[in-house]
């Protein structure tokens, strides 16, 4: 095996040598350079004995599914064991070695003399098989062993927020602050929206850029979209952190740029009242028509920091405002903007949680929105959101303001999915095994799909959920067979109305692309995100992923999409690959 991985190492340094050549001579560089690479590519699967990976087996014994070591009490809470697991992309390759695997194709390749080791498709068999597992990071599951992956849906985006913050300020993110789900789905990729439900389902996949043996299969759930004005009369509660650590630009004077925002948006029958805690909670302001936007102005204008952080305090309070608002049809939620730093009364996010576990059951939902940097409570927040039925969003910045107060008020305000969850379930004579990419703190065990009394996620009008899978078929499937059922999608969630509907989509092996260049950009830009993820997070899964592959399929993904949070994007990965 060493002999082979070794006559792999040589061949890449041919490739590299043909490729300074091509630049050399006439003609133009970016087309001697690919066909380089397929001339290399075609090298690749001659060099095997048979054309199957190098890689030794490892025991699935300790591979997890989803719902492993899930609580028994069927709370959901998302407390799942991910202990290290030997099943780390292991195992004999695939038919499918002839596809064309070059992560990002399409995009530009590496000019003569760059490093091209971290091609899609380059040889993996150097790579210890195996790696430790970092905290939290799902393995690879057996199908035979469990073919059911069961989770919570979630629509937060803090995490992405908050390491764009770090990076952009020199700082590296925190790998177990990195939630792969959270990156990939603070972006839009233009799913349709629903025609006969409130939810839909959309399936693509393409070669995986961590493994040249593997699929990326992308599932995405749209939200159906609602305009602004056609939302129900909402009721918003601030609960705000005017504690002593507030006292910073990006903390305090940013809520009240956020509120300012805010209450432009507002309709004049939607009511908004602020409730400021440190030491203690006090009402600020009792709930009042944006008819009245004076009186709102001059109460923001009137926030000051100074005191401890009793986020209990300001809970209970901001609550007690909620619940005498609290109108069936109508909007409701309480909106808590801090930086996490709760350092008196109740500190514990899951007793915290529990103490407003009903109000939630009764239509009065949570959002938490985070400010500031060091020394921010990123688990707080995500995990308050997660216990109350919530969503989370970090803000940095006064135009992440207006994505979240703006431009996604209604997406963040109006629910139209309660406890949604998702299972998917794979053909066992199709796929090997799979593993599910993020979500680690959503888990639901399998059992408890049609439970609902089992707490998930929730969805807003409009919102996006985008899950990437990576997955090896078995031996001898083959895309062409495109007829052949490869997994099953379903989704369960209740109404508002207190109705359950579960709806299902097949997933086909021809919904999956040959080539990564067959993709649409959308397929391309959800995958990119969620290997930038994976890298941030030291993930073992992307130890073959190097910085200059990403960087050029994110500078790809700039020029074709000409989009701000895809320019912005790029220059991310730009600044991780230098810090």
Same mark, same amino acid.
């Given at each position: 095996?060493?002999? $082979?991985? /070794?006559?792999?190492?040589?061949?890449?340094?041919?490739?590299? !040598?043909?490729?300074?050549?091509? !630049?050399?001579?006439?003609?133009?560089?970016?087309?001697?350079?690919?066909?380089?690479?397929?001339?290399?590519?075609?090298?690749?699967?001659?060099?095997?004995? $048979?054309?199957?990976?190098?890689?030794?087996?490892?025991?699935?014994?300790?591979?997890?599914?989803?719902?492993? !070591?899930?609580?028994?009490?069927?709370?959901?809470?998302?407390?799942?064991?991910?202990?290290?697991?030997?099943?780390?992309?292991?195992?004999?390759?695939?038919?499918?070695?002839?596809?064309?695997?070059?992560?990002?194709?399409?995009?530009?390749?590496?000019?003569?003399?760059?490093?091209?080791?971290?091609?899609?498709?380059?040889?993996?068999?150097?790579?210890?098989?195996?790696?430790?597992?970092?905290?939290?990071?799902?393995?690879?599951? *057996?199908?035979?062993?469990?073919?059911?992956?069961?989770?919570?849906?979630?629509?937060?985006?803090?995490?992405?927020?908050?390491?764009?913050?770090?990076?952009?300020?020199? #700082?590296?993110?925190?790998?177990?602050?990195?939630?792969?789900?959270?990156?990939?789905?603070?972006?839009?990729?233009?799913?349709?929206?629903?025609?006969?439900?409130?939810?839909?389902?959309?399936?693509?996949?393409?070669?995986?850029?961590?493994?040249?043996?593997?699929?990326?299969?992308?599932?995405?759930?749209?939200?159906?979209?609602?305009?602004?004005?056609?939302?129900?009369?909402?009721?918003?509660?601030?609960?705000?952190? /005017?504690?002593?650590?507030?006292?910073?630009?990006?903390?305090?004077?940013?809520?009240?740029?956020?509120?300012?925002?805010?209450?432009?948006?507002?309709?004049?029958?939607?009511? @908004?009242?602020?409730? /400021?805690?440190?030491?203690?909670?006090?009402?600020?302001?009792?709930?009042?028509?944006?008819?009245?936007?004076?009186?709102?102005?001059?109460?923001?204008?009137?926030?000051?920091?100074?005191?401890?952080?009793?986020?209990?305090?300001?809970?209970?309070?901001?609550?007690?405002?909620?619940?005498?608002?609290?109108?069936?049809?109508?909007?409701?939620?309480?909106?808590?903007?801090?930086?996490?730093?709760?350092?008196?009364?109740?500190?514990?996010?899951?007793?915290?949680?529990?103490?407003?576990?009903?109000?939630?059951?009764?239509?009065?939902?949570?959002?938490?929105?985070?400010?500031?940097?060091?020394?921010?409570?990123?688990?707080?927040?995500?995990? @308050?959101?997660? #216990?109350?039925?919530?969503?989370?969003?970090?803000?940095?910045?006064?135009?992440?303001?207006?994505?979240?107060?703006?431009?996604?008020?209604?997406?963040?305000?109006?629910?139209?999915?309660? *406890?949604?969850?998702?299972?998917?379930?794979?053909?066992?004579?199709?796929?090997?095994?799979?593993?599910?990419?993020?979500?680690?703190?959503?888990?639901?065990?399998?059992?408890?799909?049609?439970?609902?009394?089992?707490?998930?996620?929730?969805?807003?009008?409009?919102?996006?959920? /985008?899950? @990437?899978?990576?997955?090896?078929?078995?031996?001898?499937?083959?895309?062409?067979?495109?007829? *052949?059922?490869?997994?099953?999608?379903?989704?369960?969630?209740?109404?508002?109305?207190?109705?359950?509907?579960?709806?299902?989509?097949?997933?086909?092996?021809?919904?999956?692309?040959?080539?990564?260049?067959?993709?649409?950009?959308?397929?391309?830009?959800?995958?990119?995100?969620?290997?930038?993820?994976?890298?941030?997070?030291?993930?073992?899964?992307?130890?073959?992923?190097?910085?200059?592959?990403?960087?050029?399929?994110?500078?790809?993904?700039?020029?074709?999409?000409?989009?701000? $949070?895809?320019?912005?994007?790029?220059?991310?990965? #730009?600044?991780?690959?230098?810090?």
């Amino acid at each position: 095996m060493k002999s $082979d991985a /070794t006559n792999k190492r040589r061949m890449m340094a041919v490739f590299l !040598a043909v490729s300074l050549s091509a !630049a050399a001579c006439g003609g133009s560089g970016d087309d001697n350079a690919r066909d380089a690479e397929e001339n290399f590519s075609t090298t690749i699967r001659q060099s095997g004995d $048979d054309g199957s990976s190098d890689d030794s087996t490892a025991s699935d014994d300790d591979a997890m599914s989803d719902d492993a !070591a899930m609580s028994d009490d069927g709370s959901g809470d998302g407390s799942v064991d991910l202990a290290q697991s030997d099943d780390a992309m292991e195992g004999d390759g695939g038919e499918e070695a002839d596809s064309e695997r070059s992560f990002g194709a399409t995009t530009v390749v590496p000019a003569a003399g760059q490093d091209a080791s971290g091609e899609f498709g380059s040889d993996r068999s150097s790579q210890p098989a195996e790696a430790p597992n970092p905290p939290r990071i799902r393995p690879f599951v *057996d199908v035979n062993d469990d073919p059911f992956s069961t989770f919570a849906l979630d629509v937060d985006t803090g995490s992405y927020s908050l390491a764009r913050n770090q990076l952009n300020n020199g #700082q590296r993110p925190d790998p177990d602050a990195v939630r792969v789900e959270e990156f990939v789905n603070s972006f839009d990729y233009s799913y349709a929206n629903p025609t006969r439900r409130t939810l839909g389902i959309s399936v693509d996949g393409a070669p995986s850029p961590f493994d040249a043996d593997n699929y990326l299969l992308r599932i995405g759930v749209q939200g159906e979209r609602v305009r602004d004005e056609d939302r129900p009369t909402a009721h918003l509660t601030f609960v705000v952190d /005017t504690s002593g650590s507030m006292d910073t630009v990006n903390r305090l004077p940013l809520v009240k740029e956020s509120l300012r925002l805010l209450v432009d948006e507002l309709e004049d029958e939607d009511t @908004l009242a602020i409730v /400021t805690y440190n030491n203690r909670g006090d009402i600020l302001l009792q709930p009042t028509s944006v008819r009245d936007d004076d009186i709102i102005l001059e109460a923001i204008d009137s926030l000051r920091p100074g005191g401890s952080t009793n986020l209990e305090a300001g809970l209970q309070v901001g609550y007690e405002l909620a619940r005498e608002v609290n109108e069936d049809g109508d909007i409701n939620r309480v909106i808590v903007a801090s930086d996490g730093l709760a350092n008196a009364g109740v500190t514990d996010v899951g007793e915290l949680g529990r103490q407003i576990r009903d109000d939630a059951d009764n239509g009065i939902r949570l959002m938490t929105v985070g400010y500031g940097l060091n020394g921010f409570n990123d688990e707080t927040m995500e995990q @308050l959101a997660d #216990q109350s039925d919530g969503v989370y969003a970090y803000v940095d910045t006064i135009d992440e303001a207006e994505e979240v107060f703006e431009n996604n008020l209604t997406a963040n305000l109006y629910t139209i999915a309660i *406890d949604a969850k998702i299972q998917v379930e794979f053909e066992e004579d199709v796929v090997d095994r799979y593993r599910l990419i993020g979500f680690e703190n959503r888990g639901v065990r399998d059992q408890d799909f049609t439970n609902d009394d089992v707490d998930a996620g929730e969805i807003g009008a409009g919102h996006q959920v /985008t899950a @990437l899978y990576e997955i090896r078929l078995q031996r001898g499937v083959r895309l062409s067979d495109s007829i *052949d059922k490869l997994a099953e999608v379903n989704l369960r969630w209740e109404t508002t109305r207190g109705g359950i509907i579960e709806i299902d989509e097949s997933v086909r092996l021809g919904d999956v692309s040959e080539n990564w260049s067959d993709t649409s950009d959308e397929f391309k830009l959800a995958g990119t995100v969620g290997v930038f993820a994976e890298m941030l997070r030291n993930s073992q899964y992307a130890e073959a992923v190097d910085w200059t592959m990403v960087e050029n399929e994110a500078r790809f993904l700039s020029e074709s999409f000409n989009r701000s $949070d895809v320019d912005e994007f790029y220059s991310l990965v #730009q600044q991780a690959g230098r810090i």
